[in-house]
């Protein structure tokens, strides 16, 4: 669906969804408006003909790139997440935006922001790849604690040994992963070989 405001300086596109998009116990709405200078995206739960806003959302410009429903961190109920990607920067920067689904409450959480990430919903893990240039960028896991996000450890390229790399818990700035910072990996464990964009971190 389109529609032209009255002075047709642009055109505002419309997509509706309607249905079972989150349980099957009700129905949902869920409206995306694109224009020029933004996306708006909201979703409502259907009660007895009644509309209740469980997300809004504005994408400032044209960062959007799509969002979609689906169970995030292992508890069986279906998450809503929106995937972005920022209009200024030097490096790979996918950004997904996770609203957690609370059916006990009826409603979702303010959003968790990950970077490059690939999501494990069956190991209740998130792991991807920091932001950065090749060399300098790392790897993350995260796992999920209820609502809370705990960190299980970083790994980064040791910047005075090409030929190995270095695990730590915290976050490491660009030229300060030596040695001291943590333990010494002579590989990078085989369970991040398979992440998206995996490869940006490899091209060091």
């Known amino acids: 669906m389109q529609l032209k405001p009255?002075?047709?300086s642009y055109i505002i596109n419309i997509e509706i969804l309607f249905g079972k998009l989150i349980d099957d116990n009700h129905k949902y709405l869920q409206i995306r408006r694109h224009n020029p200078y933004a996306t708006y995206l909201n979703l409502?739960?259907?009660n007895d003909n009644k509309y209740e806003k469980l997300i809004e959302r504005k994408q400032d410009g044209m960062t959007y790139i799509n969002d979609t429903i689906f169970d995030v961190n292992g508890d069986r109920y279906k998450d809503f997440i929106v995937l972005w990607y920022p209009s200024s920067g030097c490096c790979l920067r996918n950004i997904y935006n996770v609203y957690l689904n609370q059916p006990d409450k009826g409603s979702f959480t303010m959003d968790y922001e990950f970077i490059n990430p690939t999501f494990s919903?069956?190991?209740?893990?998130?792991?991807?790849v920091t932001y950065g240039h090749p060399g300098e960028v790392g790897?993350?896991?995260?796992?999920?604690n209820g609502l809370q996000v705990d960190?299980?450890?970083?790994i980064y390229p040791d910047t005075n040994?090409?030929?190995?790399?270095?695990k730590t818990n915290k976050k490491l700035a660009y030229k300060k992963s030596t040695e001291k910072a943590g333990m010494i990996l002579k590989n990078i464990p085989k369970e991040y070989h398979k992440i998206d964009n995996y490869d940006w971190f490899a091209a060091y």
């Open 6 to 8: 009255d002075d047709s």
């Open 44 to 46: 409502y739960k259907v």
């Open 121 to 128: 919903a069956k190991e209740k893990i998130i792991r991807g």
């Open 139 to 144: 790897l993350y896991k995260y796992k999920w």
């Open 151 to 154: 960190t299980i450890e970083f």
């Open 161 to 166: 040994n090409k030929e190995q790399f270095i």
